[in-house]
DNA sequence: CCCATATCAATTGCGCGCAATTTGATTTTG
DNA sequence: CAAAATCAAATTGCGCGCAATTGATATGGG
């Protein structure tokens, strides 16, 4: 007997095929820019609001700095940002982007619709799935399901 | 100006940190088992039926033989499955459960239950993002736009 | 029958992602 | 003010995920 799991295993695995077809999918728009998606991510978040430190763009994008300072360290080889020790507390590390960092949004502009067309589905759909992912991302890093933890 | 890409990009951070945030949530269910996530779904395939090839397990998860075969050795090394050349085809390893490995799924049961329960979501809205996500995962496996590509 | 082609798994190389530890700076506290 | 606690980033170690290559087997055409 031992039904396998089957519930709600279904929609991790879903979710889990997703991302890495979107991965996949993202993977020939970036080669252009020299970008793995991870590192796109990092540009996106410093297209927004430059001079971030570390852990400011690790909270954003949920990673540490085992993943980011990699990461950063070969955005910085190419030139696309510097890292700089913070003047004031001299434990952050600041990420700023180059000219060259800054010129790329250009180029990038036009990938989210390429990707919106590969998917081909409509804002509403895309805005309502996004919600109720990340609803449900966020409901995950509580502490769960009341099981146990007597208290903090 | 250049207003950075947000569109459906949303879409994809929202589907790559939940990934994330499902991974996390299972680590502990799955530690005892001394299984990872990827692991997991493997043996998830191979509960539900014993003596598969590497390609099939990997028509299943979309997983090639880089990724499958380290991860078949390390299961191996567990002593959760055999690995064994094909007799009719000499060039296939097929995968069998050992009867640990059978037996696993017993204590596994209870992960799914867990996992809905952390993630406070019915049975229905499961269903729902699990369908939409493999729908639009499928479209993005799809040449996609067609923009380019003449033919073949 | 034999060779070209196709297929399957394994290998190599690289970039995440994260737990755990380390290093160094800063803040808190006694 | 000094010791202790805290905090930020870096480092280490491991397991994916995937592109590209390799090696061995199978298959189909001439």
Same mark, same amino acid.
């Given at each position: 007997?031992?039904?396998?799991? %089957?519930?709600?295993?279904? !929609?991790?695995?879903?979710?889990?095929?997703?991302?890495?077809?979107?991965?996949?999918?993202?993977?020939?728009?970036?080669?252009?820019?020299?970008?793995?998606?991870?590192?796109?991510?990092?540009?996106? $978040?410093?297209?927004?609001?430059?001079?971030?430190?570390? %852990?400011?763009?690790?909270?954003?994008?949920?990673?540490?700095?085992?993943?980011?300072?990699?990461?950063? %360290?070969?955005?910085?080889?190419?030139?696309? $940002?510097?890292?700089?020790?913070?003047?004031?507390?001299?434990?952050? $590390?600041? $990420?700023?982007?180059?000219?060259?960092?800054?010129?790329?949004?250009? %180029?990038?502009?036009?990938?989210?619709?390429?990707?919106?067309?590969?998917?081909?589905?409509? !804002?509403?759909?895309?805005?309502?799935?996004?919600?109720?992912?990340?609803?449900?991302?966020?409901?995950?890093?509580?502490?769960?399901?009341?099981?146990?933890?007597?208290?903090?």
């Amino acid at each position: 007997m031992t039904s396998a799991p %089957k519930l709600s295993d279904q !929609l991790c695995f879903a979710a889990y095929s997703f991302t890495h077809a979107l991965n996949r999918a993202y993977r020939p728009l970036l080669e252009p820019l020299g970008l793995t998606y991870p590192q796109y991510l990092v540009m996106l $978040v410093l297209w927004e609001a430059d001079g971030q430190t570390v %852990k400011e763009i690790g909270e954003r994008l949920k990673l540490d700095s085992g993943t980011l300072t990699p990461l950063l %360290k070969r955005l910085e080889t190419i030139g696309y $940002v510097t890292r700089r020790r913070g003047k004031a507390d001299e434990r952050q $590390v600041i $990420v700023h982007l180059t000219e060259e960092g800054r010129a790329l949004s250009d %180029k990038a502009a036009g990938i989210p619709v390429e990707l919106g067309c590969a998917m081909g589905a409509e !804002l509403g759909e895309i805005a309502n799935l996004r919600e109720r992912l990340l609803a449900l991302r966020d409901r995950l890093g509580e502490t769960g399901c009341a099981v146990g933890e007597p208290e903090t």
